[in-house]
């Protein structure tokens, strides 16, 4: 009798834990299909990110620009040492990279030997990124950890050329593992520890915040400029978001056409942000991380695109394979992914203040948590103004052109010609110190004197502060950040 109920509750363990197992798996898998999606969303996103990138390569990557190298290694030294791009500060090199680069991220959208594109396009991603920290916002930062979950993950399986060359090609069924259970933590963190930081301020639940976000004028598109005089709508929005931050865990926690459901939901709302401001290529890297999430029918409505890369793949040359232990590869590969998964825990549990971080830590979560506009959003829009005289003594604005004025622009975010040069300018108003002010006014000499038969004698930069105040009068202050004279 006692041998019996040994057998019947060692079979009810082993039979939880298989369910266990199964819950577990189910939760994190990725169809095939979507990480293909995903994949192409990256190859993608890549590609335009080098692009916009591209406007400003010499103002922003060379030492004729804003943050010339010996800058860079003086206020910057750990982001210097692993730039290949701080190589040289002349812009051949640059181009070069930029050439190479894209030609990766083709590889990628493509699937010609995915995770080597993705290992070589995060690796200058990274050097990149290194090169010019101060133009970097929160969709560079996750840009660069989904390009690292991606090596780890089989992103050829489908619609790809290597799944026209390899044995192991069109597996549309779901893939799970710690690496695909990686990326969705992963993905979901940014969410939880987003809504836990708003839930610490007043703005997001008395459905101020977005009225103040759509009150920057320096982020808003034409679009953004019109719902702002909708404060009604601005509200209603502000309670949405904040319910689907609260709901991202439901990414997890289900499956199927609920947790389809959230993903596009969430997707609708950074589009939504993708038509009213200006914010760089941050909504198109979280709608592509969040195309994992979608289930295996939303794949079987769409035609199958495999036939395109199997011509493709009889077009491009079958690179020689390096004959790889594969067994130690995949062993190896699920010990960095748990490694990767854990830190990601620690570190999002630490940025909301679960877990304890040491004081002497080189960089505290809470510098590089997923705060964007909480636990309030930002109470100070702006503008630059840079009054100079030329050495024959006429007065003009070097920023804006023009007769200098200090009077709010007709439209303030025109002043900005970019988002990177919005966010490198938002953090030269803030930085610890004079040098980037001083920077930007070195290359406002040297750019004017290059275009324009006068010369500069010297240059100021002025930021003209304007806080928030909805409904009531938002007077001005002139912060003047640098003085420099033309030619030293």
């Given at each position: 009798?006692?041998?019996?109920?040994?057998?019947?509750?060692?079979?009810?363990?082993?039979?939880?834990?298989?369910?266990?197992?199964?819950?577990?798996?189910?939760?994190?898998?990725?169809?095939?299909?979507?990480?293909?999606?995903?994949?192409?969303?990256?190859?993608?996103?890549?590609?335009?990110?080098?692009?916009?990138?591209?406007?400003?390569?010499?103002?922003?990557?060379?030492?004729?620009?804003?943050?010339?190298?010996?800058?860079?290694?003086?206020?910057?030294?750990?982001?210097?040492?692993?730039?290949?791009?701080?190589?040289?500060?002349?812009?051949?090199?640059?181009?070069?990279?930029?050439?190479?680069?894209?030609?990766?991220?083709?590889?990628?959208?493509?699937?010609?030997?995915?995770?080597?594109?993705?290992?070589?396009?995060?690796?200058?991603?990274?050097?990149?990124?290194?090169?010019?920290?101060?133009?970097?916002?929160?969709?560079?930062?996750?840009?660069?950890?989904?390009?690292?979950?991606?090596?780890?993950?089989?992103?050829?399986?489908?619609?790809?050329?290597?799944?026209?060359?390899?044995?192991?090609?069109?597996?549309?069924?779901?893939?799970?593992?710690?690496?695909?259970?990686?990326?969705?933590?992963?993905?979901?963190?940014?969410?939880?520890?987003?809504?836990?930081?708003?839930?610490?301020?007043?703005?997001?639940?008395?459905?101020?915040?977005?009225?103040?976000?759509?009150?920057?004028?320096?982020?808003?598109?034409?679009?953004?400029?019109?719902?702002?005089?909708?404060?009604?709508?601005?509200?209603?929005?502000?309670?949405?978001?904040?319910?689907?931050?609260?709901?991202?865990?439901?990414?997890l926690l289900t499956t199927g056409r609920v947790r389809g459901a959230v993903a596009a939901l969430l997707s609708l709302g950074h589009l939504g942000m993708l038509a009213t401001m200006t914010l760089g290529v941050f909504p198109l890297v979280t709608?592509?991380?969040?195309?994992?999430?979608?289930?295996?029918?939303?794949?079987?409505?769409?035609?199958?695109?495999?036939?395109?890369?199997?011509?493709?793949?009889?077009?491009?040359?079958?690179?020689?394979?390096?004959?790889?232990?594969?067994?130690?590869?995949?062993?190896?590969?699920?010990?960095?992914?748990?490694?990767?998964?854990c830190f990601v825990l620690v570190w999002n549990a630490a940025a909301v203040g679960v877990v304890h971080t040491p004081e002497n830590a080189p960089v505290q979560p809470s510098e590089r948590s997923w705060?964007?506009?909480?636990?309030?959003?930002?109470?100070?829009?702006?503008?630059?103004?840079?009054?100079?005289?030329?050495?024959?003594?006429?007065?003009?604005?070097?920023?804006?052109?023009?007769?200098?004025?200090?009077?709010?622009?007709?439209?303030?975010?025109?002043?900005?010609?970019?988002?990177?040069?919005?966010?490198?300018?938002?953090?030269?108003?803030?930085?610890?110190?004079?040098?980037?002010?001083?920077?930007?006014?070195?290359?406002?000499?040297?750019?004017?004197?290059?275009?324009?038969?006068?010369?500069?004698?010297?240059?100021?930069?002025?930021?003209?502060?304007?806080?928030?105040?909805?409904?009531?009068?938002?007077?001005?202050?002139?912060?003047?950040?640098?003085?420099?004279?033309?030619?030293?």
């Open positions: 009798m006692h041998n019996a109920y040994g057998s019947l509750a060692s079979t009810a363990s082993v039979s939880a834990a298989g369910r266990l197992r199964r819950f577990l798996a189910a939760r994190a898998a990725i169809d095939a299909r979507a990480l293909a999606a995903f994949r192409i969303g990256l190859g993608s996103v890549l590609l335009l990110d080098l692009l916009l990138r591209l406007r400003n390569v010499r103002s922003f990557y060379t030492d004729y620009g804003v943050l010339p190298r010996e800058t860079l290694y003086r206020e910057f030294p750990g982001f210097a040492s692993v730039s290949i791009h701080a190589l040289s500060g002349g812009l051949a090199l640059q181009l070069a990279l930029f050439a190479v680069a894209a030609a990766l991220a083709v590889c990628l959208l493509v699937g010609y030997h995915s995770r080597l594109a993705a290992l070589l396009s995060l690796v200058l991603l990274v050097s990149l990124q290194a090169r010019n920290p101060v133009v970097l916002n929160a969709g560079d930062s996750l840009l660069r950890r989904f390009l690292l979950w991606s090596v780890l993950l089989p992103l050829g399986r489908a619609w790809s050329v290597d799944a026209a060359r390899t044995s192991e090609g069109r597996t549309l069924g779901p893939l799970a593992s710690i690496a695909t259970a990686g990326l969705l933590v992963q993905v979901v963190a940014v969410y939880a520890v987003n809504a836990a930081l708003k839930l610490q301020g007043d703005a997001w639940l008395s459905g101020t915040a977005v009225r103040y976000v759509f009150s920057l004028d320096q982020f808003l598109r034409p679009l953004g400029e019109l719902l702002a005089g909708f404060p009604a709508l601005l509200t209603a929005a502000d309670y949405a978001w904040v319910a689907l931050l609260l709901a991202s865990p439901l990414l709608v592509t991380a969040l195309l994992v999430f979608q289930p295996p029918p939303v794949w079987d409505r769409l035609p199958d695109p495999q036939p395109r890369f199997d011509r493709l793949a009889a077009r491009l040359p079958e690179l020689p394979r390096p004959q790889t232990p594969w067994a130690l590869v995949r062993r190896g590969t699920r010990v960095v992914a748990a490694l990767l998964l705060d964007m506009f909480a636990p309030e959003p930002l109470g100070t829009d702006g503008w630059y103004v840079a009054p100079a005289v030329t050495t024959t003594g006429e007065e003009m604005d070097a920023w804006n052109g023009g007769t200098v004025s200090y009077a709010k622009p007709p439209d303030v975010s025109k002043t900005y010609p970019s988002a990177r040069w919005r966010k490198y300018l938002a953090t030269v108003a803030l930085f610890d110190g004079r040098s980037l002010a001083d920077e930007f006014a070195g290359y406002l000499c040297r750019e004017w004197n290059a275009t324009h038969d006068s010369k500069l004698a010297r240059v100021s930069v002025v930021f003209v502060a304007q806080p928030t105040r909805l409904d009531r009068p938002e007077p001005t202050e002139n912060r003047t950040l640098a003085n420099r004279t033309c030619g030293r």
